[in-house]
């Protein structure tokens, strides 16, 4: 009774979770849409998992509101970053981050795709694992202006934190604890992201 009064007393209430988890996915979202090495996705999936499991309602509509909003502002962000970028003569290091991350042949595909269905690209762009760096650079190049890039964005991150977050139920779903639904939704996501990789390797 002792052990499982102290195990139940270091396990913070749920109106702490809330005021640390909620700007904590914010901001963990915003910094991996401007420096892409952040798993977002996995962010997602996992503080979805957290919010399947407790008992404050609109809960996981939080989580969803957090992710979507904390990922358009990166992108924005970063895309008017690189908007600068090209109007300078020395061009920036933000400009330069993002071509780094497009090589050529993805770069290449992004532009053909972006010229041929426009913004649907951009939507698909986030769900795709490492295709939103190339397509925004294909925007970038494009010379699309920030309005235009914002409103598909929109629809871009709405679909990439229902898609990540369905993950996280799903983890959360199958296991009593949080934890276990966390591993889980982790695991899934980590598949998720290597599978395109491993398909252009084989091919």
Known sequence: MALAAASTSAVPPESTQRALGYPSLFLLV????????????ALVSSAAVVAFH????????????TASLAAFLGDAALYWLGRRGLRSKNGSRWLEAIRSRAPEERL??????????????????????????????????????????ARGNVAACLAWAVTYQVIGILGGSLFPEPWEGVVVAVALTVVVSAVPGAVRRLR
Not at 54 to 65: E, G, I, K, M, N
Not at 127 to 138: E, K, N, Q, S, T
């Open 30 to 41: 915003l910094i991996g849409a401007l420096v892409p090495v952040v798993p977002t996705g």
């Open 54 to 65: 407790q008992t404050a309602p609109f809960s996981l509509a939080l989580v969803f509101v």
């Open 108 to 149: 290449a595909q992004a532009r053909e795709k972006l010229a041929g269905h426009g913004v649907a690209v951009l939507v698909l762009s986030r769900l795709v694992p490492a295709g939103r760096i190339p397509v925004m650079l294909a925007c970038l190049m494009a010379e699309w202006p920030l309005r235009r890039f």
